[in-house]
């Protein structure tokens, strides 16, 4: 999603959902109203494509996976969580409530599958939750679930989509793994160029263009499909409730697994943001790319991203409600048991919700 490098560059959660709404409109009536513009956007598609795949590539700090080294045991329990157990969760939801509808389930699996690698670090800040490990996290998610993509793609989607191995696997080394190359060589050179300030200001546009690029793909997604759109809009409702129910069950996947390894609150709030927030930004890139032409699977895509922003928000106030219950920060009750250290800057006082 918006990769950041810090949580303080993200942009706000109000203005974020304004454009991706505004943007659903106004694709949807030029594409009803002006026809030839519709398909005019459409066609611009590729090259808003590679713009948002470079931003997100860009803000990734591949350096914070040297904070990972400490915490093996948060991270196992997490990668287990996101790659195995939600993905799971998710496939029985999009099943069970849109099996009748397979374009639609396909795109709310895709969005199921894949954690997210940027605004959950701004919601867990908030939630009192460990940031810096947050941080350690987004390198290692992005990476883990391009390489699974084609995998999950030929598990859970295999009779509603065909898409060759060969052709998926090209598709995502020219389009993401080469990208990712070249973003990190950027912004290592970038840092080094420019010095940590100037960067950091660089990486702050960066973060902020973002969300206006998603704009402009969901704009040019719509404008260019919106009679297919319209012709399932039904089947929304069902979109809906099923990203709502899997919201459910994520929730009470944290509680169970923060009690179960009796995690401290930091890592608590962190385990429980990164397997609630999805990365529907990547996701849908890399979804135009592989499955060209499946206007239905973005759409359900995108309405999950639209759910997320309230719910992050409404899990925020369910953590800090909880906190009460843990032990206080800087005296964790076993120590051997969480495996982590404390770490009093990564659980700093939360911003205000100007930004993530």
């Not at 404008?223 to 069902?238: G, Q």
């Not at 800057?345 to 100007?354: D, N, R, V, Y």
């Amino acid at each position: 999603m918006l990769t950041p490098s810090s949580p303080e560059r993200l942009p706000g959660v109000a203005v974020t959902s304004f454009l991706l709404v505004a943007a659903i409109v106004t694709g949807g009536v030029l594409g009803h109203f002006l026809p030839d513009t519709g398909q005019w956007l459409g066609e611009r598609v590729d090259h808003t494509l590679l713009a948002l795949v470079g931003l997100l590539f860009f803000g990734v700090r591949f350096g914070a996976l040297v904070q990972a080294a400490g915490h093996l045991r948060f991270l196992v329990i997490a990668l287990l969580a996101n790659f195995l157990l939600v993905p799971l969760i998710g496939y029985s939801v999009a099943s069970l409530f849109l099996s009748a509808h397979p374009l639609f389930m396909v795109g709310l699996v895709i969005y199921f599958m894949s954690p997210c690698t940027d605004w959950f670090l701004g919601f867990t800040r908030l939630a009192g939750g460990n940031v810096a490990l947050g941080t350690a996290l987004i390198p290692i998610n992005m990476v883990v679930q391009l390489l699974l993509y084609p995998l999950y793609l030929q598990w859970f989607t295999h009779q509603t989509v065909q898409v060759e191995a060969g052709t998926l696997g090209d598709t995502l080394l020219h389009w993401f793994l080469v990208p990712l190359v070249v973003a990190v060589v950027l912004h290592q050179a970038g840092r080094w160029l420019l010095g940590q300030a100037r960067f950091e200001r660089v990486l702050h546009w960066a973060d902020q263009a973002t969300p206006w690029v998603i704009a402009l793909l969901v704009l040019e997604i719509f404008s260019a499909n919106i009679p297919v759109i319209l012709e399932h809009r039904s089947v929304f409702a069902w979109v809906l409730l099923a990203v709502f129910v899997f919201f459910v069950l994520t929730f009470l996947l944290g509680e169970g697994i923060s009690r179960l390894f009796r995690l401290r609150y930091p890592e608590h709030a962190l385990l429980t943001m990164t397997i609630a927030a999805r990365n529907a930004p990547l996701m849908l890139a890399v979804t135009m790319a592989a499955l060209p032409d499946q206007p239905l699977v973005y759409a359900a895509l995108v309405i999950g991203m639209l759910v997320e922003f309230p719910h992050l928000t409404a899990l925020r106030r369910l953590l800090l409600a909880a906190s009460r219950r843990f032990p206080p920060s800087g005296t964790p009750s076993t120590p051997a048991e969480s495996g982590l250290p404390n770490s009093p800057a990564a659980i700093a006082s939360p911003p205000s919700l100007g930004h993530k």
